[in-house]
């Protein structure tokens, strides 16, 4: 059976695949077929990116780039512009050109990460829907029935907020976030991953229990949850009564879906011009 990873479109006479490319605040994302790989910014991570589009694929592709990253974004063209074959899209180009999957007319500059995890998390489950996407800020997001973007809230991530405190405060050190293993610490670490586990979960059930009491949406709505740290968030839902689904390529999956649906015109108006070094 045909899945959106199968989508073959011709472009100027050429047949390409589909490739999304999500550059995060810490980490690149690549995800194409059944492949999906995640790169830290570290020392090789243009060589990894160029040695698997250059080296590891056996078709062209269409990849749609969505960054909220600017200082990694132009490299990462650049990287992906000195392979032969490939094509670079702008995925809010596309985004902007697709009323039909998400409207954005009842908010202003939402990030583009949080726009594509709604339309990746529409891919599996029917609006209305509430995404939570886990990683360096904690998003939640609400889409109606009828596909607008209803806005959401932000907050910093687990692994932030334990950054914050060591760069605040003179007794904390820089740490790895560590799930907790009971509520209460006996130590000062304990106690951080306690609290910190606390903050986001709590500000997240209650973010969602405002949203499902809140007219004109229905309570029950789905929740779809997204990101590296993810796990306690999904493990405290569940616990608070709260139905909710991971989803590990929500925003991948969101600039696939705009790949596929996207009109040719649409399609070439967003390739990426040459960046010269």
Not at 42 to 57: A, G, L, S, T
Request: with cysteine; aromatic share 4%.
């Amino acid at each position: 059976m045909a899945t959106l990873y199968d989508t073959k479109i011709e472009l100027n006479g050429v047949e390409y695949g589909i490739a999304g490319i999500d550059v995060g605040n810490s980490r690149v994302k690549i995800h194409h077929d059944d492949v999906f790989l995640s790169f830290p910014y570290d020392k090789e991570w243009k060589k990894n990116v160029q040695h698997h589009f250059r080296d590891h694929v056996s078709k062209r592709y269409l990849i749609g780039l969505s960054s909220v990253n600017p200082k990694q974004t132009t490299a990462i063209v650049k990287v992906l512009q000195r392979i032969l074959g490939h094509q670079v899209l702008n995925a809010h180009s596309l985004l902007m050109r697709n009323d039909a999957l998400l409207s954005l007319g009842k908010v202003e500059n939402a990030g583009i990460d949080r726009m594509l995890g709604t339309i990746g998390a529409m891919t599996r489950v029917k609006p209305p829907i509430i995404t939570v996407d886990c990683g360096t800020a904690v998003t939640v997001n609400v889409v109606s029935a009828d596909h607008h973007f209803l806005g959401g809230v932000i907050f910093a991530g687990l692994s932030t907020q334990l950054f914050g405190l060591a760069k605040q405060t003179a007794a904390i050190p820089e740490t790895k976030y560590i799930p907790p293993t009971e509520m209460l610490g006996l130590n000062t670490m304990q106690c951080l991953m306690a609290g910190v586990t606390a903050s986001v979960v709590g500000g997240v059930v209650r973010t969602i229990r405002a949203i499902q009491s809140s007219e004109p949406l229905a309570k029950g709505l789905p929740v779809i949850v997204t990101g590296g740290e993810s796990q306690q968030v999904v493990d405290g839902l569940v616990a608070e009564g709260i139905s909710a689904v991971f989803h590990q390529h929500m925003v991948t999956d969101g600039i696939l879906a705009l790949l596929s649906t996207a009109s040719l015109v649409d399609l070439q108006d967003a390739i990426i011009g040459k960046i010269l070094n």
